[in-house]
């Protein structure tokens, strides 16, 4: 750039107008005017106060292009407002393939309100013949002409609809180049399928050469199997419409294969899809044509307001290191009276923030573990500080981003499928965010450290090595589920050294699983210190073999029952430092707002106050037992099955739940019979029930009382103070169904006998 540095728009240079008139010559006058501005060495060009109306250009299907190296400012009370259009496609300002470009300020306006979805076309008796030439058949009818100029983007891919009253088997149509005539004819077809059976439309001949001009005038002709009168005709409105019926991409700012771009302080408004849309330059036939470059990347989206529009907020499907903070998104998919929402306010997804690059139903050779050397898509995002709130249906969603960051923004108002990121996409952190109102879905190993949460919940989904910490729960609840690669016990065929599931398994061949023997015992010739490649893979059955594609390890028995085989790093949910509450309990009706189902999870330093517990296993559950330690259950009930539970207390100054059933540690179902253990527990003024193989110790009951069903379980409590407390066990039939060892008794009275209830070697200090 030479020694200017900005120039202020001359409007009556260029032809500007400002007070929303003569959109075209206005949307000539931009683009020439920041054209000059480059060639004469300006860097940062201004467009001065006042509304300016602009139109779509009807071979690009885009009304302002910016230049590489511009700075194009819209001064404070600056608007552009697209005018109304039919295309499902636009960009209002459109970025493509340029380098180091920058847009700030004003506000850009889309065609939300006025926009054309369909027209209807009239009719007249009269025919056309092969040469395009008219007649005057009275077994025809024909369209009026269809100016493709008038509607660039509706026409672009056409269907004509059933008519009303009208049989006939197909449609013809005739493309002229200006004029009606057998000179300018440039094609035809007789073999138009009527939507909505012809989903797919019609194109234009000579589309290759992106060349309206060339034929840009069509007529459509029916051949009628049953006459019509001239009434009838006269009354058809035909509707004709685009293949992409949706028109979700017509966006405020579309960013395409471009670098080094900076969008801010703007606001935008009602554009039919995204207000901005970052995405690759153009498709390759040729998939070894794409190059980095062309996916974009180094984009900053920050400080801009961003409302209304119909069908995203921002989407990210291509750039990386991108980098999205400070905006305010909010009302996407709705009208303005903020309830309203229809297909010509929304249209899905309608959310804040997307990042989804299809990168599966591309040709782009991307990035991936077979092909660790492909072009990154949606690589390195971050996401700070936003305020995203009362979008239709969802507010954030990493659909396929990888090194994926959102940090410190507020989320807010209830959303279809919750804060969310693809369980296979790696690397993916939630810091500091505050959700109000909606959920934080967790999935694969995704990391979450700080959350703060007020009439919303956390959620575990398709849980694969996640750490969540340090969150707060107001008015919500955290459940879900962490049993991805958990399978359970297999039968076995020896002869084949086959393993068969009760459940499709999800595997392919290659897999790494690995055995467990927890309860029983794996076969002779499987190893629990080995990982094993699964081979002949069927959807419920599978051979292992010790190298991948080898031969299937062959076993010599069935080995005990109780074993498992999963896959090899199965169980991984690491749950620390959370707290759930509420500020009143009215009942003790169950509100298990910590319900957590999981194989082999950690959870450490979790308090829950007027809510109850649920952590459970899957039934018949035969791997590694979930572990919690440091567990506060203030006026709450806990239930535990498969559970090794540590240094924990349950507290209630309330009246305990019905039957005393505060704490129950296991339970009569038979498909529930792990051992849980409870070490190190304090219950205070409320009941633990132990019916299942459960083993206490180390633990204080005060003002407490203990119980347990007559079944064939067997439970233990040792090593432990009882004071002022009550153990209830006078109905239990079964031989040696509670024994209490080495324990203190204090003020505490004991119902059963012996050989029921076996009390060994305890000390009674007496009453209280």
């Known amino acids: 750039m030479n020694q200017h540095t900005s120039y202020r728009i001359e409007l009556d240079r260029f032809n500007i107008s400002n007070d929303g008139s003569n959109a075209a010559e206005t949307t000539k006058g931009i683009n020439e005017a920041i054209m000059w501005a480059k060639q004469q060495g300006y860097s940062h060009v201004v467009l001065p106060s006042g509304t300016f109306n602009v139109k779509l250009d009807p071979s690009t299907l885009v009304a302002i292009n910016m230049q590489s190296g511009m700075y194009f400012e819209l001064e404070q009370d600056s608007v552009i407002a697209l005018e109304a259009n039919s295309s499902p496609n636009y960009s209002i300002i459109d970025m493509r393939a340029i380098q180091y470009a920058k847009v700030s300020g004003g506000k850009l306006v889309g065609d939300k309100k006025t926009h054309v979805y369909e027209i209807f076309v009239k009719f007249v008796r009269g025919g056309v013949n092969a040469d395009g030439t008219l007649n005057n058949d009275p077994n025809w009818i024909r369209s009026e002409v269809i100016d493709r100029y008038a509607n660039p983007g509706l026409l672009a891919s056409f269907r004509l609809w059933n008519i009303p009253g009208v049989n006939a088997s197909a449609y013809h149509f005739y493309q002229y180049k200006d004029t009606i005539s057998k000179a300018t004819l440039t094609g035809s077809r007789n073999n138009g399928v009527f939507a909505p059976a012809g989903a797919a439309g019609r194109g234009w001949f000579l589309n290759e050469e992106k060349d309206l001009s060339k034929n840009n005038k069509m007529i459509f002709a029916i051949p009628l199997t049953s006459p019509l009168t001239d009434a009838q005709i006269t009354a058809i409105q035909a509707k004709v419409d685009n293949s992409y019926f949706t028109h979700e991409s017509g966006c405020g700012i579309g960013i395409f294969g471009s670098s080094n771009i900076e969008i801010s302080n ?356 035969a791997g590694r037992p979930n572990i919690i330690e440091g567990l506060t259950v203030i006026e709450g009930s806990a239930r535990f099955e498969g559970c090794h539970v540590s240094n924990s207390e349950f507290l209630r100054a309330k009246t305990p739940a019905l039957g005393n059933s505060d704490v129950q540690l296991g339970s009569t179902d038979a498909k529930y019979k792990r051992q849980i253990t409870m070490r190190n527990g304090l219950f205070q003024n409320l009941g633990l029930v132990l019916d299942g193989n459960a083993v206490v110790t180390g633990s204080t009951f005060l003002n407490a009382s203990v119980g347990k069903a007559d079944n064939t379980n067997k439970a233990a409590i040792v090593q432990s103070h009882f004071e002022n407390s009550k153990i209830n066990l006078h109905w239990l039939r079964q031989n040696q169904s509670v024994t209490i060892a080495k324990s203190v008794f204090k003020g505490v009275t004991v119902a059963g006998t012996a050989p029921y209830v076996r009390l060994v070697d305890n000390t009674d200090l007496g009453s209280v």
């Open 266 to 621: 703007t606001e935008i408004t009602d554009c039919t899809g995204d207000g901005i849309f970052t995405g690759w330059e153009k498709y390759q036939i040729d998939p070894a044509m794409y190059s980095q470059e062309q996916m974009g990347r180094q984009i900053r989206i920050h400080d801009c307001h961003i409302h209304h529009c119909r069908r995203q907020g921002i989407s990210i499907t291509s750039t990386s290191d991108t980098h999205i903070f400070r905006n305010k998104i909010h009302h996407i998919g709705y009208d303005e009276d903020g309830v309203t929402t229809n297909f010509r306010n929304g249209t899905p997804p309608m959310f804040g923030i997307d990042i989804e690059s299809m990168y599966g139903e591309t040709n782009i050779p991307y990035k991936s573990a077979e092909r660790p050397n492909g072009i990154e898509l949606n690589y390195r995002i971050f996401v700070s500080e936003n305020h995203i709130y009362s979008n239709a249906r969802g507010h954030f969603v990493n659909a396929d981003g990888t090194y994926v960051t959102v940090s410190k923004n507020t989320f807010e108002g209830g959303n279809v499928g919750g804060i969310s990121s693809n369980p296979n996409f790696p690397y993916v952190k939630y810091l500091d965010n505050t959700f109000i109102g909606c959920e934080l879905w967790v999935q694969g190993d995704n990391f979450v450290n700080g959350a703060v949460i007020q009439n919303g919940n956390l959620k575990f989904l398709d849980v694969r090595g996640a750490v969540v910490q340090n969150c707060k729960v107001a008015n919500g609840s955290v459940y879900g589920s962490s049993v991805y690669g958990y399978f359970g016990s297999p039968t076995v065929n020896m002869a084949t050294g086959t393993f068969t599931l009760k459940a499709a398994h999800g595997m392919g061949n290659g897999a790494q699983v690995s055995f467990e023997q927890w309860i029983g015992k794996v076969p002779s010739g499987i190893s629990v210190d080995k990982l094993y490649y699964t081979v002949n893979v069927t959807s419920l059955s599978f051979q292992v073999s010790e190298t991948p594609g080898g031969a299937p390890v062959m076993v010599t028995d069935a080995g005990q029952a109780g074993f498992h085989v999963g896959r090899f790093n199965y169980g991984r949910c690491y749950i620390t430092n959370i707290t759930i509450e509420r500020d009143w309990r009215k009942d003790n009706a169950s509100t298990p707002n910590f319900n957590i189902l999981a194989a082999g999870a950690v959870i450490k330093n979790a308090t829950i106050k007027n809510y109850d517990v649920a952590v459970s296993v899957p039934q018949d559950y």
